[in-house]
Every structure is written in C-alpha cells, then in structure tokens.
C-alpha cells in the first residue's frame, strides 16, 4: 500500500483583517497554488470575535489587471479545503482563484 503524502499548506490565524489594498498588473497575471499528491488548506476563526482571512492565488482590494489572467488553485488527489468559524462573531474569509474588490 503507498502512502499517501498530504501536505499542510496554509493555517491562518489573525487578530485583525487587513487594509484594502491597490494593485495593479500591467502584463499577464499567472497565479498557480498546486499540488501532486493532495493538500490539505485550513482557514479558521477560533474563539469570540475571532477573524482569519486567506487567500490562495487570489488578489484583494483595487485590482487591475492590464493582460491575461490565469488563477489555479490544483489540490492534487483527495484534496481537502475547509474554511471554519467558531464561537460569537467570529469571521473566517477564504478565497481560492478569485479577484475581489471586498476587504472584510
């Protein structure tokens, strides 16, 4: 039986989310988070009033992209995403591929 290799790419945990940002791409954008075996992505928000925010080949804020934009996020075979918010007014934001112009 092969063992299946899972890699743990990202846990954020933050206090406080973060300032709208500006930016701006004057050529072709190629944004690729990817993986062969299966990756687990964990956001969580844990506790009262608790924020994470995470972003995987995504863009936040005033984007502006002037050339081809290509976003992947591969999570391999078995690839798990979970996105999480416990206890009162907690906030957990997670973003795979994506240009937003939201900040919180």
Do not use: P, R
Request: charged share 15%; hydrophobic share 45%; proline share 0%.
């Amino acid at each position: 039986m092969k063992t299946l290799a899972i890699s743990i790419f990202a846990i954020g945990m933050f206090a406080a989310m973060s300032a709208s940002a500006e930016i701006k791409i004057g050529k072709d954008n190629n944004q690729t988070v990817k993986s062969s075996t299966g990756m687990i992505v964990a956001n969580a928000a844990i506790g009262m009033g608790a924020k994470a925010k995470q972003g995987l080949a995504s863009n936040t804020g005033n984007v502006e992209i002037k050339g081809k934009n290509t976003q992947l996020v591969d999570m391999g075979k078995g690839g798990l995403v979970a996105n999480v918010a416990i206890g009162m007014g907690t906030v957990a934001i997670q973003s795979l591929a994506t240009n937003s112009s939201a900040t919180d």
